[in-house]
């Protein structure tokens, strides 16, 4: 159980163009997704945290209108990145849990597998 | 504020030998702990979690952890590496308040046959 699926694996776009990517998760609902950024050899930036129905919320230095975000369902998130550009080019992860962010009790989040952006 | 630090960027074993990454938080609130490991362009796998109830806690493949408030650690170890153990390995914090999680470094594990 609490499998989450990315799609796609690899994706390579040429610069000015737009990417989407999608996050599912596969057998269970995910109230909140959240979307990770992960340079070579470096952790995992949290870029915004969104829950279902409602605008997603931007971690600090991040470009909402380049990296949109849509959670309309309880199984899929899709993020966006728009007028994309060779500096853009990262591994893009999703995570989901079934709780609520903003409560105080702890709902686990389950990963995805990552999403290789290339950007030429 | 909730953070993680990792202490080691690199650590290198022996096949068959103890693997000690070392782990050290710092939280307002009694921590939720977690290790994940990261394979080469792989997403990540929850190794094991802390949440406020055994102080020792056992994970997949062998791995275990101690909270140990007094020192305010979370150390990762395993009696004995296997070849397939090398990858990135990440402790994290969750914000009790928001649900997200706050990574370490990460420490790159290498095992050597």
């Known amino acids: 159980g609490a499998v989450v699926s990315q799609h796609p694996s690899r994706v390579i776009c040429k610069s000015g163009t737009s990417v989407k990517i999608e996050c599912r998760s596969l057998?269970?609902?995910?109230?909140?997704m959240f979307w990770y950024r992960q340079f070579p050899k470096q952790s995992l930036m949290l870029m915004a945290t969104?829950?279902?129905?409602?605008?997603?919320?931007?971690e600090q230095g991040v470009e909402k209108d380049k990296f949109l975000i849509n959670h309309a369902s309880l199984t899929l998130s899709t993020l966006t990145v728009t007028s994309a550009h060779p500096e853009d080019s990262s591994f893009y992860i999703c995570?989901?849990?079934?709780?609520?962010?903003?409560?105080?009790?702890?709902?686990?989040?389950?990963f995805g597998p990552g999403t290789r952006l290339t950007v030429l | 504020a909730q953070s993680v630090t990792q202490l080691d960027s690199h650590v290198s074993v022996s096949e068959g030998t103890p693997v000690l990454l070392r782990c050290n938080y710092s939280?307002?609130?009694?921590?939720?702990l977690f290790w994940y490991v990261q394979h080469p362009n792989k997403g990540l796998q929850l190794l094991l979690k802390?949440?406020?109830?055994?102080?020792l806690v056992k994970g997949i493949n062998g791995f275990e952890a101690e909270f140990k408030k007094s020192e305010t650690s979370f150390h990762l170890t395993k009696p004995s590496a296997h070849m397939s153990d090398a990858a990135e390995y990440f402790c994290?914090?969750?914000?009790?308040?928001?649900?997200?999680?706050?990574f370490g470094t990460g420490t790159l594990l290498a095992v050597q046959p």
């Open positions: 995570s989901a849990s079934p709780g609520l962010a903003g409560l105080s009790s702890y709902n686990e989040q389950f």
């Open positions: 057998d269970f609902q995910a109230t909140t």
């Open positions: 969104s829950n279902e129905g409602s605008k997603a919320t931007y």
């Open positions: 939280s307002s609130y009694s921590p939720s």
């Open positions: 802390y949440t406020s109830a055994a102080t």
């Open positions: 994290v914090v969750s914000d009790p308040a928001t649900n997200k999680l706050i």
